[in-house]
């Protein structure tokens, strides 16, 4: 333990910064996305470096400039954005097909009592239910085909997203609704007033779930019975033994990841306006 | 066409025995169930407020003050006892209510919630916009017509759902301690602006404060709640003339009279209330 000494006077100095996020220069938000680069580039030079001084083996790892020469050539021949746009569309429709019916379906479970009462137990049972273990069933239903790779997809998106939205709805704050009421808002003056736009927030949070799930999904289902789509392509590359073609998929699917992230969230600004800061 | 009405509205004032009751609470309790332990609220209440009146209740806290504006506004039902209320004019909503928390909504720009009472009951654009620039100059908050409510501050917002109840333009007015979060300059300044809206506009107010100060201000009548449960101590008619000015008011003797009168038994009041808190926490 430290002795207490005499009291020494200490001085904060706190100096005025201008107004923050104003004028030239980065904006915070923009620096902090700055740093975010800095993370990935140097890992990638202490890979390139542990690859060339041979401390990682280059058949299991390859580095990354090989990676890079390895995208360039499928991107001569046509073949990467071929895959890469199979597999865009139909994360696109198992998405759009999935977050719809399961907004729809939030919104009545949380709104009408009656209907959460039913619906709930039904959708605590079925939520658990690895998708991927579904896979052979709907691949015994639909086929093999973009029929079925949807399904596939859109299961896995429905279910996060009607938990948050039923949830937002019944989180919302119940002054909200002591103020419709008092300012004699119908029901469906309600809706659209408060109800929805209270329950954005989690709505949008249901959203990226279901985007990270449908991501997830579209590797499974386009690995087995699909001839076209990063997933498929990543397998292919598995049963040739073509390792760094393997690392190309990964790279294709972090990047697709990371654009629907950042689409959602462009969104996200675009309809719920009193986030910005 | 409101200007007729206002004439026959002054005319009646003018004969206050016969002013006609806008509001009459008989024998008002209220109950909530709490986890099998019954919380009495209000008990046996029983408030008459004439057209045009400006009534105020004041009570210790948790006395059941936000429960009887609630049980008017008919937010919440009472378990026993009869509430009676006239609506005159089918057109003009019956009541508005400012809410005691921050109930400005936080998707909605300063004046769309301020538009918020209009829009619901369809009054066109053109109306709604000129009523609602109306009171973003009464409240001061022209400038921040277009921001979201998180860039306010707290007394901002309380602004914000002043004028919105306002500008929806009810036969009754229920206020709950709508200036409590505002910095004193502010204060001032709209309990004198509510002053002088309601000399104009007449409109029967019921307003609930815990500062004796501002209900002798803005009210022809205070009433006075005992703690929990709550029921109704005393009534206070407040005879200073209006039009009101704020200094006028307070260095009018009679103000201190009324001031330390109201005091004295709202300090008992607080006492029990205190007393009561302490059993409750001992046990
Ligand atoms: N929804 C509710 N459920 C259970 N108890 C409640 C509810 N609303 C109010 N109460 C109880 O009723 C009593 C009166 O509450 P109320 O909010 O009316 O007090 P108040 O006079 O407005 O207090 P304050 O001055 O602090 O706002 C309190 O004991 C409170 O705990
Ligand atoms: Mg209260």
Redesign the pocket.
Same mark, same amino acid.
Do not use: N, R, W, Y
């Given at each position: 333990m430290q002795e207490q000494t005499a009291m020494e006077p200490i001085t904060f100095v706190v100096r005025g910064t201008g107004v923050k996020g104003a004028g030239a220069g980065l904006s915070p938000a923009s620096r902090h996305r700055l740093f975010g680069l800095a993370g990935p580039i140097l890992l990638l030079v202490i890979w390139q470096l542990l690859v060339m001084t041979n401390i990682l083996n280059p058949v299991f790892f390859p580095a990354p400039t090989q990676i890079v020469s390895e995208i360039v050539n499928n991107l001569t021949t046509g073949q990467l954005q071929g895959d890469v746009w199979v597999s865009i569309v139909r994360v696109f429709w198992g998405f759009l097909l999935g977050a719809i019916p399961g907004v729809i379906l939030g919104l009545s479970m949380g709104l009408f009592p009656l209907v959460g009462a039913i619906l709930d137990p039904l959708v605590a049972a079925l939520m658990p239910i690895p998708k991927l273990a579904l896979m052979p069933l709907i691949m015994v239903i639909f086929g093999l085909g973009e029929t079925e790779k949807v399904v596939v997809l859109l299961l896995g998106v429905v279910f996060p997203v009607i938990i948050n939205t039923a949830a937002g709805v019944r989180n919302l704050d119940r002054i909200y609704l002591d103020v419709a009421k008092n300012y004699n808002a119908s029901t469906w003056q309600y809706y659209r007033s408060v109800a929805w736009p209270g329950a954005l927030s989690m709505i949008f949070s249901g959203l990226r779930l279901g985007i990270g799930m449908a991501l997830l999904l579209i590797v499974a289902a386009e690995m087995h019975g699909a001839l076209s789509g990063i997933g498929y392509r990543l397998w292919y590359s598995y049963t040739m033994f073509n390792i760094s073609g393997m690392y190309v998929s990964f790279v294709v699917l972090a990047l697709l990841g990371f654009i629907f992230t950042m689409l959602l969230e462009e969104v996200e600004h675009l309809v719920m306006p009193w986030k910005r800061a | 066409m409101s200007a007729v009405s206002r004439g026959e509205f002054d005319g009646l004032r003018g004969r206050t025995a016969e002013r006609e009751v806008r509001i009459y609470a008989e024998a008002l309790s209220k109950q909530?169930q @709490?986890k099998k332990k019954t @919380?009495t609220?209000l008990d046996n209440v029983s408030l008459t407020v004439h057209e045009g009146e400006f009534v105020s209740l004041v009570?210790?806290?948790?006395?059941?003050?936000?429960?009887?504006l609630r049980i008017i506004a008919g937010l919440e039902t009472p378990t026993a006892g009869t509430l009676t209320m006239q609506h005159k004019n089918p057109q003009q909503p019956l009541n508005s209510m400012v809410f005691?928390e921050h109930a400005v909504f936080p998707w909605m720009t300063v004046r769309k919630n301020i538009a918020y009472g209009l829009k619901m009951r369809h009054v066109p654009k053109v109306t709604t916009e000129k009523i609602v620039n109306e009171y973003l100059v009464k409240i001061g908050l022209t400038k921040f017509a277009d921001s979201y409510p998180h860039q306010l501050s707290g007394g901002m917002k309380q602004r914000v759902s002043v004028a919105r109840a306002f500008a929806n333009d009810p036969e009754i007015l229920l206020m709950?301690?709508p200036f409590a979060a505002l910095d004193e300059q502010n204060k001032l300044t709209l309990q004198q602006e509510l002053v002088r809206i309601w000399e104009e506009t007449r409109k029967t107010v019921v307003f609930?404060t =815990?500062s004796i100060d501002e209900a002798i201000f803005l009210s022809d009548r205070i009433v006075v709640m005992t703690a =929990?449960p709550?029921r109704i101590r005393s009534t206070f008619q407040v005879d200073l003339p209006r039009p009101r000015k704020i200094e006028e008011v307070r260095s009018n003797p009679y103000f201190h009279d009324l001031f330390f009168e109201i005091w004295s038994q709202l300090k008992e009041e607080v006492h029990k209330a205190r007393e009561l808190e302490g059993i409750e926490g001992g046990a």
């Open positions: - | 909530f @709490v @919380v609220a009570g210790p806290s948790g006395c059941g003050k936000t429960t009887l005691q709950d301690e609930i =815990h =929990h709550g």
